[in-house]
Antibody, heavy 120, light 106 residues
Framework: EVQLLESGGHFIHPGESLRLSCSASGFTFAANAMTWVRQAPGKGLEWVSSITGSGDDTYYADSVRGRFTISRDNSRSTLYLQMNSLRAGDTAVYYC?????????????WGQGTVVTVSS | EIVVTQSPATLSVSPGETATLSCRTSQSVRIHLSWYQQKPGQAPRLLIYGASSRATGVPARFSGSGSGTEFTLTITSLQSEDFAVYYCQQSGDWPLTFGGGTKVEI
């Protein structure tokens, strides 16, 4: 059974940094691209960033490019999201998600989410 | 950026009826369109990918259709557990984008 467990969400002040982690199990982690999707309170889903299985290629939403960095440690089956220069608009539940197949950019497994609150 | 527009924002239906949800993209995404279901307090669940392929374990009452810029999710014989918010997502081009969602309510 695929399991994705996010951690690292916190209450944080504007301008500060935070690193989210997503521990994966139940599938061959290195074979799958992985993605972060966020959801602001009461709002819809917003794609944040994706990374290929090897980690060689990364993709970012314009809203986070230059501030967020996605990475992965395939030896630890763990996905990361380093978030710098956080803003109030980054407040959201952050989900990690598994891309369904090689070359797919839709997501067949999701974690339960971790909450990031950015406020002064 | 490809803009994804869902309609209606809210759909009121009765159990046993059929719900038809629409998703439109601002440019062609071929068949690179997926649908997700989200219930309160839960993570999204993949229902449909490739515009019309059901994900593993998804009941046959869920079906997707369309290509290019116009897509439809149809839910027949609505069950109580189907009342939720539904999102479509395009993967035809970067950045990936989601629609604003359709809430299916009783």
């Amino acid at each position: 059974e695929v399991q994705l467990l996010e951690s690292g969400g916190h209450f944080i002040h504007p301008g500060e940094s935070l690193r989210l982690s997503c521990s994966a199990s139940g599938f061959t982690f290195a074979a799958n691209a992985m993605t972060w999707v966020r959801q602001a309170p009461g709002k819809g889903l917003e794609w944040v960033s994706s990374i290929t299985g090897s980690g060689d290629d990364t993709y970012y939403a314009d809203s986070v490019r230059g501030r967020f960095t996605i990475s992965r440690d395939n030896s630890r089956s763990t996905l990361y999201l380093q978030m710098n220069s956080l803003r109030a608009g980054d407040t959201a539940v952050y989900y990690c998600a598994k891309n369904r197949c090689i070359g797919c950019n839709h997501f067949d497994s999701w974690g339960q989410g971790t909450v990031v609150t950015v406020s002064s | 950026e490809i803009v994804v527009t869902q309609s209606p924002a809210t759909l009121s239906v009765s159990p046993g009826e059929t719900a038809t949800l629409s998703c439109r993209t601002s440019q062609s995404v071929r068949i690179h369109l997926s649908w997700y279901q989200q219930k309160p307090g839960q993570a999204p669940r993949l229902l449909i990918y490739g515009a019309s392929s059901r994900a593993t374990g998804v009941p046959a009452r869920f079906s997707g259709s369309g290509s290019g810029t116009e897509f439809t999710l149809t839910i027949t014989s609505l069950q109580s557990e189907d009342f939720a918010v539904y999102y479509c997502q395009q993967s035809g081009d970067w950045p990936l984008t989601f629609g604003g969602g359709t809430k299916v309510e009783i």
